[in-house]
C-alpha cells in the first residue's frame, strides 16, 4: 500500500461552505479519493491516530487516541514539551488509516493544520464530554490539544481480485 | 495514549554488538518500554506501518505494507517523487503501532534512520522472498526503498484496572 497525497480535499475552518469541496472520485494512480464526510467518518471512528510534526528538522510521530469536535482533532496528552514543540513548529499532520488482510484493501485519512494547546474551559467542557478515555489521563498530567485542518484528504486501495 | 519518545533504544547498523543494548524497562512516565527483540518482532508482525518524513519543512505521513529484512524495514512503493524527498531529506521515520480496545493497552514502535531506493539485485531479490504483498505492485510501477536503522525504539502503555 502506498497512498498518494497529491490530490487532497482543502478546506477552510472559516468557510465552512468550502468543506464540501472534494476532488474526483480517483486519483491517477487508481485509488479512490475520499470526500470530507468520509474521510471524517473514518477520523471519527478510527480508535487510535498518529501525530506527525517536525522538530528540529527531523519527524516525529506518536500515536494517540484522539476524538473529533466539528471538523478539529482533538486528543489529551502529557506530552508537554514535546507539543510546545508542535504548537510552534507550523503544519501539523494527524493520520488514521485501516487494513483489511482479507480483501487486502487499505485507506488512510491525514490531516493537516496547526496543534494549539486548550485551556479555555468553554472548549475543555466539551471535549470532555466527546467519552474519550486517554491513557495520557493515568497520572492526571493530561491536558487538551486541537489540531485544526487547514487540509483533509484520504485515499482508498483496493487490489484487483485475482 | 500518548507514548513518549525520549528513552530510546539507540542501535548502530554497523555494530550489530551494539543492537542489543536496551534502556530501563520503565521510562520516567511509567511506560513499559521494549526492548529491541521485542521491537522488531513487533515491526515484523504489525500489518501497516507509517512512513513519516519532511518535505520542506512539512510532515509528510502514508502507510505502507513492510517486511523486516535484518533490522531494515522495506517496502515497495510506486511515490517515487516523493521518496526522492525521502532519500535527501535526511532522518525518515518508521512508525507501527496496536491497540487492544478491551483492556485499553496499547504500543508503538518508532525506527529512525535513513532511506533509499534500492536497485541492486542482490538486494531486491532476497527482499522478494520476504513474502510481502504490496499495493505498489497493483499497476506494476513498484520499487523497493529500505529503511535503514540508527535508532528503534517501542513503548507500551496498560492502563491501570478500574
Chains 1, 2 share one sequence.
Request: glycine residues 8%; proline residues 5%; hydrophobic residues 40%.
Amino acid at each position: 500500500m502506498s497512498i498518494p497525497e497529491d490530490a487532497r480535499t482543502s478546506i477552510r475552518h472559516d468557510k465552512p461552505e468550502d468543506i464540501a469541496v472534494t476532488k474526483t472520485p480517483t486519483d491517477h494512480r487508481g485509488l479512490r479519493v475520499l470526500g470530507l464526510e468520509e474521510c471524517l467518518e473514518r477520523l471519527r471512528t478510527a480508535a487510535v491516530g498518529r501525530v506527525v510534526f517536525v522538530d528540529t528538522g527531523e519527524p516525529v510521530v506518536f500515536p494517540v487516541n484522539h476524538a473529533i469536535d466539528g471538523v478539529d482533532v482533538v486528543f489529551r496528552t502529557s506530552w508537554g514539551s514535546k507539543l510546545d514543540v508542535a504548537e510552534s513548529s507550523g503544519v501539523v499532520a494527524f493520520e488514521v488509516d485501516g487494513y483489511d488482510s482479507l480483501t487486502e484493501s487499505g485507506w488512510s485519512v491525514v490531516v493537516k493544520g496547526t496543534a494549539q494547546l486548550v485551556y479555555e474551559s468553554a472548549d475543555t467542557d466539551r471535549y470532555d464530554q466527546l467519552g474519550l478515555r486517554s491513557w495520557a489521563d493515568i497520572k492526571g498530567l493530561g491536558f487538551w490539544v486541537r489540531i485544526r485542518p487547514v487540509e483533509i484528504s484520504g485515499r482508498e486501495v483496493i487490489p484487483p481480485s485475482e
